[in-house]
T-cell receptor, first 115, second 116 residues
Framework: GAGVSQSPRYKVTKRGQDVALRCDPI?????LYWYRQALGQGPEFLTY????????KSGLPNDRFSAERPEGSISTLTIQRTEQRDSAMYRC?????????????FGPGTRLLVL | GESVGLHLPTLSVQEGDNSIINCAYS??????FIWYKQESGKGPQFIID?????DKRQGQRVTVLLNKTVKHLSLQIAATQPGDSAVYFC???????????????FGKGTKLSVIP
């Protein structure tokens, strides 16, 4: 079956531009997480959705970062006025249930490079 | 702050030998732990998990051991194969955040290299 998919896989943008990163979770998965992963590091939490509700955005670094999941399936992470420090791998993960102890399945990520 | 960490950043093993990757965690409230394998250019791939009410769990060629007394987690890979070469992350689920999410907290990873 299809896993988590993300698009685009690579995004190069100029400083100051807005970017939108898309995540398509595993069908039927309730929970969706966004993480950011620096080279050689583990993923770091950004935000969490339970169905369409954004229940936790405590990991978003600043107000240039926002996310939505309007129909409880596909999610978009938007970064406004990008800065070079935003360059990273952005990963999406989904899990079947909304509680803890559920395996999170990760997508291939979007590599963002801000010039 | 509290975090999940790894003792060894790199590990080289001969093909056919057993591998042991270690991880220390500091949050005693964590109740769920996962090992992920990440190959170059790919996302983290689930290997095996364990809940805090267990101390050992076995999968196919992999075993995870949890020692809550010393807050230590290990991944054992039997008969290591070249395809096992990757970066391995342990991750902990600390239970619901104040906002009700169950995000994972990852360590920095151990790179496993298998020598043919």
């Amino acid at each position: 079956g299809a896993g988590v998919s993300q698009s685009p896989r690579y995004k190069v943008t100029k400083r100051g531009q807005d970017v939108a990163l898309r995540c398509d979770p595993i069908s039927g998965h309730v929970s969706l997480y966004w993480y950011r992963q620096a080279l050689g590091q583990g993923p770091e939490f950004l935000t969490y959705f339970n169905y369409e509700a954004q229940q936790d955005k405590s990991g978003l670094p600043n107000d240039r970062f926002s996310a939505e999941r309007p129909e409880g399936s596909i999610s978009t992470l938007t970064i406004q006025r990008t800065e070079q420090r935003d360059s990273a791998m952005y990963r999406c993960a989904s899990s079947s249930e909304g509680g803890g102890g559920e395996t999170q399945y990760f997508g291939p990520g979007t590599r963002l490079l801000v010039l | 702050g509290e975090s999940v960490g790894l003792h060894l950043p790199t590990l080289s093993v001969q093909e056919g030998d057993n591998s042991i990757i270690n991880c220390a965690y500091s949050n005693s409230a964590s109740d769920y732990f996962i090992w992920y394998k990440q190959e170059s250019g790919k996302g983290p791939q689930f290997i095996i998990d364990i809940r805090s009410n267990m101390d050992k769990r076995q999968g196919q060629r992999v075993t995870v051991l949890l020692n809550k007394t010393v807050k230590h987690l290990s991944l054992q890979i039997a008969a290591t194969q070249p395809g096992d070469s990757a970066v391995y992350f342990c991750a902990e689920n600390r239970g619901p955040s104040g906002a009700g999410s169950y995000q994972l907290t990852f360590g920095k990873g151990t790179k496993l290299s298998v020598i043919p």
